[in-house]
């Protein structure tokens, strides 16, 4: 494998998502995901590359579980 070259893992293995992976991987809307994660950009579950959010998808799961009845 040389450098241009880049491993492609599954959504469940991968340690964060791009908003739109996390949409299709826990089933919310992408504006919907993008709103909250605009308001709760503090939070433990979210990873800023630049201006870009990432969503750290096993924290986010937990956050769910533990904190969100309906979205």
Do not use: C
């Not at 241009?4 to 964060?16: A, F, G, I, M």
């Not at 998502?17 to 950009?41: C, D, P």
């Amino acid at each position: 494998m040389n450098g241009t070259d880049k491993q492609l893992l599954p959504w469940w293995q991968k340690y964060t998502l791009t908003l739109n992976e996390a949409s299709e991987y826990f089933g919310i809307g992408y504006k919907k995901l993008k709103l909250f994660v605009q308001e709760h950009s503090d939070a433990d579950f979210v990873l800023w590359n630049g201006n870009r959010a990432l969503i750290k998808r096993e924290l986010f799961q937990k956050y769910m579980d533990d904190q969100m009845n309906v979205i």
